[in-house]
Protein backbone atom coordinates (compact mmCIF):
# COMPACT_ATOMS: atom_id res chain seq x y z
CA UNK A 1 0.00 0.00 0.00
CA UNK A 2 1.35 3.30 -1.17
CA UNK A 3 1.83 5.98 1.79
CA UNK A 4 3.05 9.45 1.76
CA UNK A 5 4.12 11.15 4.76
CA UNK A 6 5.02 15.32 4.62
CA UNK A 7 7.22 16.82 7.37
CA UNK A 8 8.10 20.43 8.32
CA UNK A 9 5.78 22.66 8.14
CA UNK A 10 4.80 24.98 10.83
CA UNK A 11 4.46 29.08 12.17
CA UNK A 12 7.21 31.03 10.37
CA UNK A 13 7.26 35.20 10.14
CA UNK A 14 6.86 36.79 6.86
CA UNK A 15 10.14 36.60 5.05
CA UNK A 16 10.89 33.14 6.73
CA UNK A 17 11.55 29.65 5.50
CA UNK A 18 10.49 26.52 5.79
CA UNK A 19 11.60 22.91 3.96
CA UNK A 20 8.63 20.55 3.51
CA UNK A 21 9.96 17.07 2.98
CA UNK A 22 7.44 14.09 1.91
CA UNK A 23 8.51 10.42 1.58
CA UNK A 24 6.59 7.17 -0.20
CA UNK A 25 7.27 4.40 1.16
CA UNK A 26 5.19 0.78 -0.38
CA UNK A 27 3.46 -0.11 -3.65
CA UNK A 28 3.58 0.08 -6.61
CA UNK A 29 6.53 1.84 -8.96
CA UNK A 30 8.43 4.03 -10.57
CA UNK A 31 7.29 7.26 -9.50
CA UNK A 32 6.74 9.01 -12.52
CA UNK A 33 6.05 12.65 -10.99
CA UNK A 34 5.97 14.24 -7.51
CA UNK A 35 4.58 17.56 -6.61
CA UNK A 36 3.48 19.89 -3.95
CA UNK A 37 -0.05 20.87 -3.31
CA UNK A 38 -1.78 23.79 -0.84
CA UNK A 39 -5.33 24.24 0.12
CA UNK A 40 -6.01 27.64 2.03
CA UNK A 41 -9.30 27.97 4.29
CA UNK A 42 -12.79 28.34 1.35
CA UNK A 43 -9.92 27.86 -1.62
CA UNK A 44 -9.81 25.03 -4.41
CA UNK A 45 -6.35 22.80 -3.95
CA UNK A 46 -3.93 23.97 -6.29
CA UNK A 47 -0.72 23.06 -7.91
CA UNK A 48 2.15 24.46 -5.69
CA UNK A 49 5.02 22.65 -7.96
CA UNK A 50 6.16 19.50 -9.21
CA UNK A 51 8.91 17.50 -10.52
CA UNK A 52 9.17 14.77 -13.03
CA UNK A 53 11.59 11.62 -12.33
CA UNK A 54 12.71 11.43 -15.81
CA UNK A 55 14.73 14.65 -17.00
CA UNK A 56 13.99 16.25 -13.69
CA UNK A 57 11.14 18.37 -15.29
CA UNK A 58 9.67 21.04 -12.82
CA UNK A 59 6.49 23.21 -12.90
CA UNK A 60 5.72 26.10 -10.67
CA UNK A 61 2.61 28.05 -9.93
CA UNK A 62 3.14 31.50 -11.07
CA UNK A 63 2.68 32.90 -7.17
CA UNK A 64 5.89 31.24 -5.67
CA UNK A 65 8.25 31.07 -8.96
CA UNK A 66 11.79 32.55 -7.99
CA UNK A 67 10.69 31.98 -3.72
CA UNK A 68 10.16 28.25 -3.95
CA UNK A 69 12.29 25.37 -5.02
CA UNK A 70 11.32 21.67 -5.64
CA UNK A 71 13.49 18.99 -5.75
CA UNK A 72 13.92 15.06 -5.37
CA UNK A 73 16.65 14.09 -2.86
CA UNK A 74 16.17 10.54 -3.10
CA UNK A 75 14.29 8.51 -5.80
CA UNK A 76 11.81 7.84 -3.19
CA UNK A 77 11.73 11.77 -1.82
CA UNK A 78 11.02 14.93 -2.52
CA UNK A 79 11.47 18.65 -0.73
CA UNK A 80 9.80 21.78 -1.25
CA UNK A 81 11.91 25.00 0.11
CA UNK A 82 10.19 28.09 0.81
CA UNK A 83 11.94 30.92 1.00
CA UNK A 84 10.48 34.87 1.49
CA UNK A 85 7.50 33.29 2.71
CA UNK A 86 4.28 35.56 2.49
CA UNK A 87 1.00 35.50 4.46
CA UNK A 88 -0.85 34.47 1.29
CA UNK A 89 1.19 30.92 1.09
CA UNK A 90 -1.11 30.10 4.60
CA UNK A 91 -2.26 26.66 3.88
CA UNK A 92 -2.20 22.77 4.18
CA UNK A 93 0.67 21.11 1.85
CA UNK A 94 0.18 18.38 0.93
CA UNK A 95 2.71 15.91 -1.00
CA UNK A 96 1.53 14.26 -4.46
CA UNK A 97 2.80 11.04 -6.40
CA UNK A 98 2.01 9.96 -9.48
CA UNK A 99 2.61 5.88 -9.75
CA UNK A 100 1.46 3.90 -12.28
CA UNK A 101 -0.52 5.95 -13.91
CA UNK A 102 -2.66 6.66 -10.33
CA UNK A 103 -2.43 9.75 -8.19
CA UNK A 104 -1.81 9.54 -4.31
CA UNK A 105 -1.49 11.96 -1.70
CA UNK A 106 -0.21 12.76 1.61
CA UNK A 107 -2.22 13.47 4.66
CA UNK A 108 -0.67 17.28 4.69
CA UNK A 109 1.06 19.22 6.61
CA UNK A 110 -0.02 22.74 7.79
CA UNK A 111 2.22 26.28 6.91
CA UNK A 112 1.18 29.20 8.69
CA UNK A 113 2.86 32.72 7.67
CA UNK A 114 2.39 35.24 10.24
CA UNK A 115 3.50 37.71 12.75
Known amino acids: QVQLVESGGGLVQPGGSLRLSCVVS????????MGWYRQAPGKQRELVAS???????TNYADSVKGRFTISRDTFKTASLQMNSLKPEDTAVYYCNAVIAGGNYWGRGTQVTVSS
Open 51 to 57: ITTIGGR
Open 26 to 33: GGLFPINA
